[in-house]
């Protein structure tokens, strides 16, 4: 599903929280069984949530992510501005398979960083 990202992320999130609800309520209805089984649904609803929260979206820096650099064609660094000259043009590509973009991958040797940039 093409630009689906926020949508699964929130999709995640609300399953989580059902599953942390319905996990508190297991715990208040007592007994070992359901006390149990409470506390597994509230950790794994919990972790969900982190999870789709903290989601790094696809292809995109660290730096781009912060500085609020617009997203690149098929979710890689943004094409219009040129990548810093430590970054060199490597011979991996690949095709994203949501998008089908054709994506290439830039490597700054020193830290081992890498980018990601659309070539079609």
Do not use: C, K
Not at 8 to 14: D, K, M
Not at 16 to 44: K, P, Q, R
Not at 59 to 85: K, M, Q
């Amino acid at each position: 599903m093409r630009g689906s990202g926020g949508l699964g992320r929130g999709l995640v999130v609300v399953v989580g929280g059902v599953m942390v609800f319905a996990g508190l309520a297991a715990v208040s209805e007592g007994g070992a069984d359901a006390g149990l089984t409470g506390l597994w649904l509230v950790a794994i609803g919990m972790i969900l949530m982190v999870v789709a929260i903290l989601e790094r979206l696809r292809y995109r820096s660290e730096t781009a992510d912060r500085s609020g650099l617009p997203i690149g064609p098929g979710g890689g660094e943004p094409t219009a501005n040129p990548l810093e000259g430590r970054f060199r043009r490597t011979g991996e590509v690949f095709v994203d398979p949501t998008s089908d973009h054709r994506m290439r991958v830039w490597l700054d040797e020193e830290t081992g960083e890498r980018r990601y940039r659309a070539e079609d």
